[in-house]
């Protein structure tokens, strides 16, 4: 028998105490979605986390990690939880962006008449999995950036707007890897999180041997709804940020291109405005989800290496130091001191 659907929140709370139920509901919600996922992802409540950030955060996610770790798995298995169709991309050398978004043909009709039809690619769907991104063709990855940006593409002058909610979760594999490709730097801005998937712990992978090769084969039930995802992603904006926490951020970010700093001289480029909004929407996430109605500097800090990563590129100098990029994250929150009074959990 199927379990019941967790209702939708109210996405605008008039008071309080309206609020206070409404976070709590998504609390309730996303509880009972990781137990879910736990049941065929081991070992990666993190990463499970980070995901489901993304997803209430209305922004992409960039999930890298060699293969064979599970992040297709992974995915699908969030969309499932979710209740999400998924498109799948499987990007290689060859891939075309019509592969992607779709094309215009000309088709007869029933009438015998010939008209120009409009055949959408894997791109219209909830959840999008761009499988090994940086296989593709430079060409081939910039053809999701008007969909991750706009929540749109254009395809021979008319516009197809894309569904609500609407992710792209692109796995990819390290760059040191034959056939990869670094992806393009407006394209990794636009994700919202670059989320590091590491190879298992031993006992967490005798779980994964058991739980993959057995007589038994778990499927995932839905717990939620896209109506469910779309009133939490708007509830995650009520909550509160503080002026300081604001300007911790703010400064966080400005920092990386500041003179006179040990971070900013070992970045190829600084971080973009885009960081900041990425680091605030997702502590907002991070407050809502344990059951806070605003956000704290603790809140930032547990997301600021997942939102700066992917931007913060080491320079050759860095590099021959030894300094990966959340090395210099780490050296960011320690340069840019937290507001007085603000005190970390």
Avoid: Y
């Avoid at 300094?323 to 960011?332: G, H, I, K, N, S």
Wanted: proline content about 8%; aromatic content about 2%; some cysteine.
């Amino acid at each position: 028998m199927s379990r019941p659907l967790a209702p939708p929140p109210n996405p605008d709370p008039q008071d309080a105490s309206e609020v206070a139920a409404s976070v709590a509901a998504v609390t309730s919600g996303l509880d009972a979605m990781r137990s879910e996922i736990a049941r065929v992802i081991s070992g990666q409540e993190a990463v499970v986390g980070a995901v489901l950030a993304c997803l209430l955060a209305d922004g992409h996610a960039l999930l890298e990690g060699v293969p064979g770790t599970g992040k297709t798995l992974l995915v699908r298995t969030v969309a499932a939880a979710a209740g999400l169709d998924v498109g799948r991309v499987q990007f290689t050398p060859d891939l075309l962006p019509a592969d992607i978004t779709g094309t215009t043909i000309v088709a007869e009709g029933a009438s015998g008449l010939r008209g120009t039809v409009f055949r959408p690619g894997p791109i219209f769907h909830a959840v999008v999995l761009a499988d090994e991104i940086n296989r593709g063709s430079p060409r081939t990855q910039s053809a999701l950036l008007e969909a991750m940006q706009e929540r749109g593409v254009t395809i021979a002058g008319t516009r197809h707007p894309l569904p609500a909610p609407f992710i792209v979760l692109a796995t990819q594999n390290p760059i040191e890897q034959e056939g990869t490709h670094r992806l393009p730097e407006a394209q990794v801005d636009r994700f919202l999180m670059q989320i590091n998937v590491t190879p298992p712990e031993a006992d967490v992978l005798a779980r994964i041997i058991e739980g993959t090769t057995g007589p038994d084969v778990d499927e995932i039930e839905p717990c939620l709804t896209p109506d469910f995802l779309c009133a939490a992603t708007q509830l995650s904006r009520r909550i509160l940020v503080a002026p300081h926490v604001d300007g911790w951020i703010a400064s966080l970010v400005l920092a990386t291109g500041a003179a006179g700093s040990q971070v900013a001289d070992r970045l190829t480029a600084p971080c973009s405005p885009r960081a900041a909004i990425s680091m605030r929407r997702a502590a907002q996430v991070a407050a809502m989800a344990s059951g806070r109605l605003a956000v704290s500097c603790a809140d930032v800090r547990s997301v600021a290496a997942a939102c700066l990563r992917h931007r913060m590129v080491p320079d050759p100098v860095a590099r021959g130091e030894g300094l990966t990029a959340d090395d210099l994250v780490a050296m960011l929150l320690d340069e840019v001191p937290t507001p007085a009074g603000e005190v970390l959990a």
